[in-house]
């Protein structure tokens, strides 16, 4: 059973930074992929950043672009998104999930609980 597990959420004042971490047990797999959805409230659950072990390859809502990097510890099946330069529109909660290839939703298998990242303006 694959289970994905996130930290690192808080409040942050604008402009700010936030490290969030996703820790994956379970998997089987050579080859995976991992990454992070939000959802703030009134919105539908959106694609933020995927990252693969097929090449390193990564992939960024539009919107984060410049400001988001995704990485992994592949040691320990880790998963972090630096968020620096923060915005209140970044508010939502974070969730990580897999597969997560280029942002879509229809692909998931597995999601984690959520963490609340709240950005002040």
């Known amino acids: 059973q694959v289970q994905l597990v996130e930290s690192g959420g808080g409040l942050v004042h604008s402009g700010g930074s936030l490290r969030l971490s996703c820790a994956a047990s379970g998997l089987t797999l050579d080859y995976y992929s991992i990454g992070w959805f939000r959802q703030a409230p009134g919105k539908e659950r959106e694609g933020v950043s995927c990252?693969?072990?097929?090449?390193?390859?990564?992939w960024y809502v539009d919107s984060v672009k410049g400001r988001f990097t995704i990485a992994t510890s592949t040691s320990n099946k880790t998963v972090h998104l630096q968020m620096n330069s923060l915005k209140p529109e970044d508010t939502a909660v974070y969730y990580c999930?897999?597969?997560?290839?280029?942002?879509?939703?229809?692909?998931?298998?597995?999601w984690g609980q959520g963490t609340q990242v709240t950005v002040s303006s």
């Open positions: 999930a897999h597969p997560c290839m280029t942002g879509e939703l229809q692909i998931v298998g597995y």
């Open positions: 990252i693969s072990s097929v090449d390193g390859s990564t």
